[in-house]
């Protein structure tokens, strides 16, 4: 069963084709633009969050100088204190030395005159 077409119908046919295919082109330009707005959304939030990236890595950058520099300070504080220590010890052990070395010269002087000059008289 065949149905032969009228020109009237082929012709309404290809009318409402035409329309369909200029409300595609339509919807597919219109859809372009909205992904291409929202294209251009994500490229605006990529560059807002790689300013906020970059102004926290800023800071972070002069918290760090700043803990170095503190860091620095202290270790030579430290190293100044320990050098000062080490005079003192110095100090100290020189100290010690000479009274051990004339304890040391007493002692003999003692024994000496114990062992030479104390002698008992008959």
Known sequence: MTESITRSELSQI???IQAIDKKLDIHIATSGERFQRL???IDA???K???RINAVEAKLEQ???AVEAKLEQRIDT???TLQDISKRQAGTDARLW???VTLLVATVGLLTKLLFFDLPRP
Do not use: T, Y
Request: charged share 40%; no cysteine.
């Open 14 to 16: 290809l009318d409402a």
């Open 39 to 41: 294209e251009d959304k």
């Open 45 to 47: 939030v990529e560059a």
């Open 49 to 51: 969050l790689e300013q």
């Open 63 to 65: 918290r760090i100088n």
């Open 78 to 80: 430290v190293e100044s």
């Open 98 to 100: 000479g009274f051990l």
